[in-house]
């Protein structure tokens, strides 16, 4: 028997298909420096900032106290995935929380050195520039990183991680 539970609420997971669209966007279409990248650049500070928002205002598994994970929480999901112990999350769990918090301060570091880029105070200064570049590294691998450990758990567990990030429902076993 399996349950279904509603966990993402839209605003969560507009929040998510718009941050990928927009880093995509950045690392795949735009040229860096122009006016475009610029304005996707901004579009994911405001993502990031109404996420922080709704982090502490929003729904239950949208709270940051939802799925703030404690050194036991982390080690007890690694340990069940080296045992083979099928423990399911109704929201984040511990590891994916990690990567949560991972991606919005990277994305933010992001934002704030490319903006930084841009002013008089630090237009062509080498390091703010291998910030952004090493950040962007950085996002790039998380991303495929969390991708992979989806793919992974939710065959692990037998949950549609991603089915779940679009229609807003978990069906857990």
Avoid at 17 to 31: E, K, S
């Amino acid at each position: 028997m399996s349950v279904k539970l509603r966990v993402w609420d839209p605003l969560v997971r507009v929040f998510h298909w718009a941050l990928v669209a927009a880093f995509a966007a950045n690392v795949f279409v735009t040229a860096p420096g122009k006016a475009a990248h610029q304005w996707v650049g901004y579009a994911v500070a405001g993502l990031i900032a109404l996420r922080l928002v709704w982090g502490f205002v929003g729904t239950r598994h949208a709270r940051f106290a939802d799925f703030m994970p404690g050194p036991d929480a982390v080690l007890g999901q690694m340990t069940d995935m080296a045992t083979g112990r099928r423990r399911v999350h109704a929201g984040h769990s511990p590891l994916g929380a990690i990567m949560i918090f991972n991606l919005l301060l990277t994305m933010a570091g992001l934002a704030v050195s490319g903006y930084a880029m841009t002013t008089l105070m630090f237009f062509g200064v080498e390091w703010v520039e291998e910030v952004h570049e090493a950040l962007v590294v950085w996002a790039e691998i998380s991303v495929v990183v969390h991708v992979l450990a989806v793919v992974v758990e939710s065959r692990r567990l037998g949950v549609n991680l991603p089915k779940s990030m679009v229609t807003g429902y978990k069906t857990l076993p």
